[in-house]
């Protein structure tokens, strides 16, 4: 595509977010939104209406659209393989929710497909593209902090066993694959490298899903510890200690505000990138950019990070016993 081109998405999915996509849209440049697609008939005009989308149609609409660029996946997990795999086919760019894929099975496959067709494929880990952690990075690699000795995150929230996404095992519930792959992602950028050694445990529920994991990795010369839960909450914080100080960052996944304290925990710096947007669209604009410079795979999150994520995280199912029942 040209890098004149205004890029068109489309959306599969109309649950929460879908939402924060189509609501963070407004702030993308050279980008349109054209059209939304779901199960429900009836939920997608309304989000149509909404959100001022152009169409609201059915998924075999939506992957042969003569006026759509690029898909946006938003379903549950289980769904994204199929999914993904059609869109690729009919030529569009995806942008696939988290995890990409339940399996590293899956994940390779798309990769060819997408490597066969020429056609752009980024998993949706919208934290890779968050400016505080960028911000944290680069404190880190300026020695603000000493060398990086142990990563902590934990992404724990109570839920409901009447939540379906969650709890089913048929659509790949459990903390795991839902939330714990932000803390293992977080851990993945600041290392940027397989760990050494993979030690998880977990609770299984009775219907087969992880209701929490406990990740430790070994990295050689620094530390991680992930935790993650649907049946409690948690702090919810990622914190980055080094030999002379330590990165707080609130809502890591997320972060709006992050501080920097000395060993003594004083307030050395903070940043606040002052958003008042969910922070979706720097994912959203970085995509775009990549498509109108004729990109098929993401300088950033690239095919090799996505590889990592399902490598640990398969690591940790094959640990701690999660198989779901379509595998």
Not at 217 to 225: D, K, P, Q, R
Request: hydrophobic fraction near 40%; glycine fraction near 6%; include cysteine.
């Amino acid at each position: 595509m040209k890098e004149s081109s205004t890029i068109r998405w489309g959306i599969i999915g109309a649950g929460k977010i879908a939402r924060a996509f189509a609501t963070d849209f407004q702030y993308l440049q050279n980008a349109e939104l054209v059209a939304i697609a779901s199960r429900n008939q009836k939920k997608s005009i309304a989000f149509a209406a909404e959100f001022s989308i152009p169409e609201a149609i059915n998924y075999e609409n939506l992957f042969n659209h003569p006026g759509i660029d690029a898909i946006y996946i938003a379903t549950p997990h289980n769904f994204h393989f199929e999914q993904a795999s059609l869109a690729i086919r009919a030529g569009k760019a995806v942008l696939c929710e988290k995890p990409i894929t339940v399996n590293m099975s899956e994940y390779q496959q798309l990769i060819a497909l997408a490597k066969q067709e020429k056609v752009f494929l980024m998993e949706a880990m919208w934290s890779y593209f968050i400016p505080a952690l960028q911000v944290a990075k680069n404190w880190i690699n300026n020695g603000l902090i000493g060398d990086l000795k142990l990563i902590q995150a934990d992404f724990c929230f109570p839920s409901e066993p009447t939540v379906e996404r969650l709890w089913n095992p048929a659509l790949a519930g459990g903390a795991l694959l839902d939330i714990g792959i932000y803390p293992i992602a977080f851990a993945n950028y600041f290392m940027n490298r397989m760990p050494a050694s993979i030690r998880a445990s977990a609770q299984l529920s009775t219907t087969g899903i992880d209701e929490r994991t406990g990740i430790h990795l070994e990295y050689g010369s620094t530390s991680a510890n992930l935790y993650t839960s649907i049946v409690t909450k948690g702090t919810n914080t990622g914190y980055l200690f080094g030999t002379k100080g330590y990165i707080k960052l609130p809502s890591f996944w997320r972060s709006i505000t992050i501080e920097r304290f000395n060993n003594e925990d004083e307030l050395m710096e903070t940043y606040s990138d002052g958003r008042t947007t969910r922070g979706f669209h720097f994912e959203m604009q970085h995509v775009t950019d990549c498509l109108r410079q004729g990109l098929t795979e993401s300088p950033v999150m690239s095919f090799e990070q996505s590889m990592r994520l399902q490598e640990i995280m398969g690591e940790v199912r094959k640990q701690i016993g999660l198989r779901f029942p379509f595998e």
